[in-house]
């Protein structure tokens, strides 16, 4: 087996069908609140910031920054034995909300990877359903 | 009857571990909670025929912990928010004494951490399951690494660091007097600093045991509580609260919910910061207790570097912390919560030996208030409580 079909994969819920089949199509989605007007992630249909019901689904730019990291030498499960190391990390997206994620094409080096640095998603196809929204340096797209 | 009991004050009877801890493979998890709960009434001279009311969290409820203890309990609580669901409990158990619910309340926890033979499953479809899993961000060093690396960004990197070694050195310091720890070899400023990284920026000495053990706490009312073996310890005030989940949507990475647990608790208790002779601060990670100590109100925002300096927080500093060595050093089963309580119990008896802390007011006695916090999740749940002899 690869060690792709290792990995823990989502199991998309119907909420978030959508996300994950635009994640597909290498495209990041995002909820938006019609009320209050701000975008929320992860997806839910009723507003984590209002409670209103009335939201929709935006593209995303893809654009953020860098709002925190970290390295990881020790690996959480057998799936990550031969990632690390490896830097997960939280971004700050241009629209507003933050999102877990992968910090890629960066050497894992805390001399190279400076929070704040701009970033832009790409995708991780890890299973014929699933990609993954990862992120690089921007300057690197 | 219930009217009368809203004034009673509400104490603790009765602590103690599972017979052993640590590395416990031969025993499962409820085995933990049973021994655990049979020491601690025995500690208390109370009978499980006396128990009436049962509050567990962890992965099985007090369905499975009552039938397995024999007891048939008119109050249950299986609140279950990480490690601090024991503090947590405390709250629960005055509320519910005070109500008349229950008049002896026996709190247990019982984890294999490291021994056990199988892990619970867990559901994919899960928000944290969907959108952090995949990415390994997976168990507490990792999710507790991305807070702490925020906060190194916010308010430097290199004084963070010294604070979080403070902490590692001076919780070991502790853990060398109490025999029941784990880790009892003295710890260098070097050692810490030499040690592998786990997930950067936590090295090893940043991160809590994995271990095995049990605990219990029996709660019971004034009247209860006279007949006692022991003098009781008086629970002068809770406060708990949430305010996230996954590490990804912790609303400020560098202040846990304790901003709001530790003023409600101080409030209910009548007591301040200054009267605390003891503090028994959760700390799953060193930078658990940075977060705390700030969010708590000890220090400002920023500022727990300064406050932990010098070892401040070691057997001989002014803030005595985490005196059974911590779930750094003493143990740290998962969800370590119980043993902050069952260690401030046996500081405000006068019970520690060696480890024994001060009255700050009048060094001639033990220790007289003592605050215990807990923090459990992803930084995401708190528990306060502020406890007290005579």
Same mark, same amino acid.
């Given at each position: 087996m690869t060690q792709a079909e290792h990995r823990p994969l989502p199991l998309p819920q119907p909420e978030s069908d959508f996300y994950w089949e635009k994640c597909r199509q290498h495209e990041l989605w995002l909820r938006k609140c019609n009320d209050c007007q701000k975008a929320y992630f992860y997806p839910r249909d009723i507003c984590p910031h209002c409670f209103s019901r009335k939201t929709t689904w935006v593209k995303a730019s893809g654009r953020g920054t860098l709002y925190t990291y970290a390295i990881v030498y020790r690996p959480p499960s057998p799936a990550f034995r031969d990632k690390v190391p490896y830097v997960v990390a939280l971004v700050e997206l241009e629209e507003g909300p933050r999102m877990p994620t992968n910090l890629v094409g960066i050497e894992p080096d805390p001399a190279k990877i400076k929070i704040g640095m701009p970033v832009m998603v790409d995708f991780e196809d890890v299973s014929e359903t699933i990609s993954l929204p990862v992120f690089r340096p921007a300057d690197s797209a | 009857m219930a009217k009368s009991l809203q004034n009673q004050r509400i104490a603790i009877v009765g602590v103690d571990e599972s017979d052993e801890i640590g /590395?416990?493979?031969? =025993?499962s998890p409820l085995q933990l909670h049973a021994e655990a709960a049979y020491n601690a009434l025995a500690d208390a001279g109370l009978s499980i025929k006396d128990v009436d009311g049962l509050f567990t969290a962890g992965p099985f409820s007090t369905l499975v912990v009552a039938e397995y203890l024999g007891i048939e309990p008119r109050f249950t609580d299986s609140t279950s928010v990480g490690g601090s669901s024991f503090v947590i409990h405390l709250a629960h158990a005055v509320a519910a004494i005070r109500q008349g619910y229950c008049r002896v309340a026996l709190i247990t926890h019982g984890e294999s951490g490291r021994s056990a033979r199988a892990r619970p499953p867990i559901f994919q479809g899960l928000p944290d399951s969907q959108y952090e899993v995949p990415y390994g961000i997976i168990g507490a060093p990792i999710r507790y690494s991305l807070a702490c690396m925020r906060y190194m960004h916010q308010y430097g990197e290199d004084r963070t660091r010294q604070g979080l070694a403070e902490i590692a050195v001076a919780t070991r310091k502790w853990a060398q007097l109490n025999? =029941?720890?784990l880790m009892r070899d003295p710890l260098t400023f070097e050692d810490y600093h030499n040690s592998r990284w786990i997930? @950067?920026?936590?090295?090893? @000495?940043d991160c809590c045991l994995v271990t095995d053990a049990g605990g219990a706490v029996v709660v019971t009312t004034e009247e209860v509580a006279r007949s006692c073996r022991k003098p009781p310890v008086w629970i002068l005030g809770a406060a708990e609260g949430h305010d996230h989940n996954m590490i990804s949507t912790m609303?400020?990475? !560098?202040? !846990? /919910?304790a901003y709001r647990t530790g003023p409600a608790a101080f409030e209910r208790a009548g007591v301040t910061h200054d009267d605390i002779d003891l503090a028994m601060i959760y700390d799953s990670f060193t930078y658990t207790v940075l977060v705390t100590l700030e969010s708590l109100g000890f220090c400002g925002p920023g500022e727990g570097p300064d406050f932990v300096a010098g070892q401040r927080t070691a057997p001989g500093g002014d803030f005595p912390m985490n005196t059974n060595g911590g779930g750094l050093s003493y143990t740290h089963s998962g969800m370590y919560g119980v043993f902050l309580i069952l260690e401030a119990v046996r500081q405000l008896r006068g019970e520690c030996g060696a480890r024994q802390v001060m009255h700050k007011k009048d060094k001639s006695q033990h220790a007289k208030v003592a605050l215990v916090h807990g923090t459990g999740g992803s930084l995401s749940s708190c528990g306060t409580a502020i406890l007290a002899r005579d």
């Open positions: - | /590395i416990v493979p031969n =025993k025999p =029941k720890a997930s @950067y920026p936590f090295h090893l @000495y609303p400020d990475l !560098t202040r !846990t /919910i």
